[in-house]
């Protein structure tokens, strides 16, 4: 069994130290990833932020189409090579396997974490998903869409339940805190263009060496350290 990775930001995440080649962090994935391949087993995550990813994608496509005026289309299609396994959110050209530019979406959870996309540092995690993109697809360039879309009503429902954990419901704290979820959960008031941002990312070929000799370190640990030949 040919061992693929996917969870590119996890392998790369320097260790603390110098004497070592792997961080605590990818070896917590390559353990994962052992048992998920040899046993069929995986951890079940699962968090608002990542559950209103999922159930607006197709809203943030749509936002990105009516911005740029380019009909995107959720890319369905996995890809791998040798060493690594991805499936591209979306893209510009005739296809995936020869694509222009690879487009990965990020649905923001509120207008806070949004602004905050904006002025933080390009997360290392997704620098190196979309290295491992252009790789699999020889795409030159690569964008992060940060997207701001309407939260699901049974979201906001489970956010407003959590308050009566908090306060007693119909108390003016209560109606306050409720109040603000929703205008918190809703953006519609806000123009198309002010609901979404762009970051773009070159191809780096020097980097993309970085994953490959990785993934062989990788691919000798849990060989020593689980017998797993791949």
Excluded at 85 to 92: L, R, S
Excluded at 217 to 228: S, W
Aim: glycine residues 4%; aromatic residues 12%; charged residues 35%.
């Amino acid at each position: 069994m040919k061992f693929r990775c996917s969870g590119l930001g996890n392998l790369m995440v320097e260790p603390k130290l110098k004497s070592e080649t792997l961080s605590e962090t990818t070896k917590t994935y390559l353990r994962e990833k052992y048992i998920a391949e040899k046993y069929q087993r995986s951890k079940f995550v699962e968090s608002k932020y990542m559950t209103k990813g999922t159930e607006v994608e197709e809203d943030s496509l749509t936002l990105l189409s009516v911005v740029t005026r380019k009909l995107y289309n959720k890319n369905e299609k996995l890809l791998w090579n040798d060493w690594i396994i991805g499936t591209p959110d979306t893209y510009e050209g005739d296809t995936i396997e020869n694509a222009i530019t690879i487009i990965d979406i990020k649905s923001s959870w509120d207008i806070f974490t949004f602004f905050a996309s904006k002025e933080d540092k390009l997360n290392k995690m997704y620098y190196w998903q979309l290295q491992g993109y252009m790789w699999l697809t020889g795409a030159k360039v690569a964008q992060l869409a940060y997207c701001l879309i309407n939260t699901p009503q049974k979201l906001v429902d489970d956010e407003i339940r959590r308050l009566s954990y908090k306060y007693v419901e119909g108390t003016d704290e209560y109606n306050k805190a409720v109040e603000t979820i929703r205008k918190n959960s809703n953006y519609d008031d806000l123009s198309y263009q002010e609901k979404i941002h762009t970051i773009t990312i070159d191809r780096n070929d020097d980097d993309i060496e970085k994953l490959k000799s990785k993934i062989e370190e990788c691919r000798k640990y849990i060989a020593d350290k689980y017998g797993f030949e791949s």
